[in-house]
């Protein structure tokens, strides 16, 4: 080797050290999005946003979400936010692979506002464009804990749309659940 090569090698390794030194700065960053994201959500939802509170999925609840969801929730139980009539919710759902995490915002058993909040797949991402999520505006659940309505699905994304549209079943059913005091 010349000294020209080895010089060239430390002007390498210094410029993949700056890298990665870069990207370690902005890591942080990376990992605040999703809260930044929720919180963005909650403020939109809310004039002041409430306390956080939890929704144990016990007995027929439990049943009802695995009926809407055909597997159980990955978690014991579910956080939200209520003021009056409205309620607000996180929820996740695996799209083809990756879960997908969504704010609903429902008032008196109504859904005002889907939001794709953090979308992971690497295709599909078409649900979060708010042409197709303000389909969910105005639905509730029939006599079948359906929607009472049809969603269009978008072509090359049908397994996030159908996360989409169990998330609006399962946040209207928790909903109903906290606006009947049916939880424990």
């Known amino acids: 080797m010349t000294d020209s090569t080895s010089v060239w090698d430390t002007s390498s390794d210094m410029t993949w050290l700056r890298l990665l030194i870069l990207f370690g700065l902005a890591l942080p960053a990376c990992a605040s999005e999703p809260v930044a994201e929720i919180e963005t959500f909650l403020n939109d939802a809310f004039r ?3 306390e956080v509170h ?3 999925l016990t007995g027929d609840l439990r049943t009802g979400v695995r009926d809407i969801l055909r597997h159980d929730y990955p978690l014991a139980r579910v956080k939200y936010w209520q003021s009056g009539q409205r309620t ?4 996740d759902e695996i799209g083809k692979e990756r879960p997908i995490t969504v704010g609903i915002v429902i008032e008196r058993d109504r859904i005002e506002k889907v939001r ?3 979308y992971r797949e690497s295709r599909g991402w078409e649900v979060k ?3 197709f999520t303000a389909q969910f505006d105005g639905a509730a659940l ?3 804990m359906r929607l009472d309505r049809s969603i269009d699905g978008i072509s090359g ?3 996030s749309v159908r996360a989409l549209h169990k998330l609006a079943q399962l946040a209207l059913l928790l909903h109903k659940k906290i606006m009947t005091g049916e939880h424990p």
Do not use: N
């Open 48 to 50: 002041q946003t409430p």
């Open 54 to 56: 939890d929704l144990w």
């Open 88 to 91: 607000a919710w996180v929820l």
């Open 116 to 118: 794709v909040l953090i």
């Open 129 to 131: 464009s708010s042409a």
């Open 142 to 144: 029939d006599d079948g």
């Open 157 to 159: 994304a049908t397994l």
